[in-house]
């Protein structure tokens, strides 16, 4: 912590404190959502996933399953931004990405590594939320492979059926055009099968659609990473000293 910063942790928690810190521990571990609202890293999924394609309006609408103003508007931030070619092509209007934006490599390196398969994997999986601990993705999924047909990897971890997980994912195989394959553990034993087994043989999430590496820790026994701490704590006196 810099100098001058309040402890965000311990027992003498204020509730303003309280709630910053549990904000802070909840920040998704997915930089896509971090960094864009839905509607705009849906836009992103669809036209920096497949950027050698163009989609007329109406069919980004259907696809993404946002309302049409929204989606207008962000078009037309994107479009201003340069990310975006537009195509008037009679009475339809076209978007596709734009190959020649100064930072078009990066968004499409982070597009296929988080904004598709991470969100339509995480809306599939919400009606079992309550249910489910932890889920993600391990294999090549996991470090951006969008080959067509390329499976994708999904660990999920909870009080799930493997079958609810298959059929929640179904739709996801279907838009993806990619099989999708669940690998579902109670907690117990996934706790027993990671003290059991070499780590090759159990799988481990490297990007999470549920929780977060705190979560994983906690499940595989460990203690969540502490926030940093200053080595020299200053008295409670001069938290409240009065600047001159």
Request: aromatic share 6%; hydrophobic share 40%; net charge positive.
């Amino acid at each position: 912590m810099t100098r001058g910063s309040h402890r965000l942790d311990g027992p003498g928690l204020t509730p303003g404190r309280a709630i910053l810190a549990a904000a802070m521990r909840r920040v998704p571990e997915d930089p896509g959502t971090v960094l864009f609202g839905k509607t705009r890293r849906r836009v992103l999924g669809l036209l920096f996933g497949r950027p050698d394609e163009s989609f007329y309006v109406r069919d980004i609408v259907r696809r993404s399953g946002a309302a049409q103003g929204a989606i207008a508007r962000e078009l037309a931030a994107l479009l201003g931004a340069g990310l975006l070619w537009r195509d008037d092509r009679g009475r339809q209007v076209y978007y596709q990405a734009n190959k020649h934006a100064p930072i078009f490599p990066e968004l499409e390196r982070l597009v296929g590594k988080t904004l598709v398969v991470g969100d339509l994997l995480r809306d599939a999986l919400s009606p079992l939320g309550d249910r489910i601990e932890l889920a993600g993705l391990f294999g090549p999924a996991a470090t951006g492979d969008r080959r067509a047909g390329r499976a994708i990897d999904l660990l999920v971890i909870g009080d799930v059926r493997r079958e609810e997980v298959v059929e929640a994912v179904g739709a996801v195989e279907a838009r993806l055009d990619r099989p999708v394959k669940a690998v579902v553990y109670a907690a117990a034993d996934y706790q027993k099968a990671i003290t059991e087994h070499p780590p090759t043989f159990v799988p481990e999430p490297r990007l999470f659609v549920i929780g977060g590496p705190d979560g994983f820790r906690r499940l595989r026994g460990l203690r969540p990473r502490p926030l940093r701490r200053r080595r020299r704590r200053l008295k409670e006196a001069e938290w409240s000293r009065p600047t001159d």
